[in-house]
């Protein structure tokens, strides 16, 4: 392996460590919950695997939030090939789709640290996959999440009839959607003759066939029946399909919006801190060489709730993690001070990587 690209990998991974959510200062905790990581021919540092999954991320990082929220891609050649798969929750609001989908993907070697495989959901918002195998089109048979709302109905069996109607209208419905994700509603009367709407959504992620969309939701809506058999609010999520229902509230699904039309996110809030206001300007440079952009990454931790509904401020930043991102940011320049040297001036910054020195 060359010295550059060496170095490029190590850099990357360095950041991926030191960074639990990169570049994104939102009011939401995208933090892998309870994620799957595999523990057996784990790759290693600077390997081909490692170099193919930073790829795929950066591959499925920009076509989720050109295609609606959802992607799967590859990278790299047998045997160091990795799949991967994103998918943004439609309960979720497009600018929390964006922000996950760049939070999971920049911050999944931190979440799963040389795994070939690793699956996770991220509470309200994404799910992210990636394996050395193939697995598109066919459905992972796992549950991921259960939600519930500890209020209950009196009328059970009205409630569970209502249910089934409409979750399997829905289950219908999805296998027929390019986008996989219908929702709709069903008048529910309690035994005391009182009225309420509810709620139902269901989603497969959109590698899947009709049939096997099908065969896995009919699976989830069994397993909310049996799992939450008379309250107001119940949610499965697998990481290829998401059924939840509610009763008396509507639950807000977004429908991503077409490329045409997608709105660019919120800008993230400025950071400040009692010492200092950190404020980000083009500054001219006196020494007469480019610039070196130095990216500062936030290590937040939080604790997701097992059947929270909320999300949580992630704020702050660790002494270790800033002092991290100074390091790189010095290392990256001392690597460019050197490399010009032996590369002429009007080369482009990305032939730090990518390119040859060239002849004088």
């Not at 920009?62 to 609606?68: E, H, T, V």
């Not at 992607?71 to 799949?83: E, I, L, Q, R, Y």
């Not at 010095?330 to 990587?353: G, H, N, S, V």
Request: net charge neutral; hydrophobic share 40%; charged share 15%.
């Amino acid at each position: 392996m060359t010295p550059r690209r060496f170095f490029l990998v190590a850099l990357l991974t360095a950041i991926s460590f030191f960074a639990r959510t990169a570049l994104v200062a939102v009011s939401q905790d995208y933090t892998a919950a309870w994620p799957y990581c595999s523990t057996t021919g784990n790759y290693t540092m600077a390997s081909s695997y490692q170099v193919n999954l930073v790829q795929l991320m950066a591959d499925l990082q920009a076509g989720a939030i050109d295609n609606r929220g959802f992607n799967v891609s590859m990278a790299g050649k047998s045997p160091d090939t990795v799949f991967g798969l994103i998918m943004c929750y439609a309960d979720s609001s497009w600018d929390q789709c964006q922000n996950c989908v760049r939070a999971a993907t920049a911050g999944v070697q931190q979440t799963c640290q040389f795994s070939r495989e690793m699956k996770a959901y991220y509470i309200d918002a994404c799910v992210l996959r990636y394996s050395d195998k193939p697995f598109f089109s066919v459905a992972d048979l796992n549950v991921a999440y259960y939600g519930w709302i500890y209020t209950y109905v009196s009328d059970m069996v009205g409630m569970n009839a209502t249910r089934w109607t409409l979750m399997n209208r829905l289950v219908g419905e999805a296998s027929g959607s390019p986008l996989r994700l219908p929702n709709q509603s069903e008048v529910f009367k309690d035994s005391d003759g009182s009225s309420q709407m509810m709620y139902g959504f269901a989603q497969c992620t959109r590698d899947l066939n009709s049939s096997e969309c099908t065969r896995w939701l009919t699976h989830l809506v069994a397993e909310l029946s049996n799992s939450r058999p008379n309250n107001t609010y119940g949610a499965v999520k697998g990481y290829s399909c998401y059924v939840v229902y509610q009763i008396g509230r509507d639950l807000g699904i977004m429908l991503p919006p077409s490329p045409a039309e997608s709105p660019e996110p919120s800008p993230p809030p400025p950071v400040t801190t009692p010492q200092q206001e950190v404020s980000h300007a083009n500054k001219p440079n006196n020494s007469g060489t480019s610039g070196v952009c130095m990216f500062l990454f936030f290590n937040a931790k939080a604790t997701s709730p097992p059947h929270g509904l909320d999300g949580r401020l992630i704020a702050g930043a660790t002494l270790g993690s800033l002092a991290a991102a100074v390091a790189l940011g010095i290392m990256a320049a001392l690597f460019w001070r050197r490399r010009r040297k032996d590369t002429a001036p009007e080369q482009e910054l990305c032939a730090m990587f990518d390119g040859e020195p060239q002849e004088d």
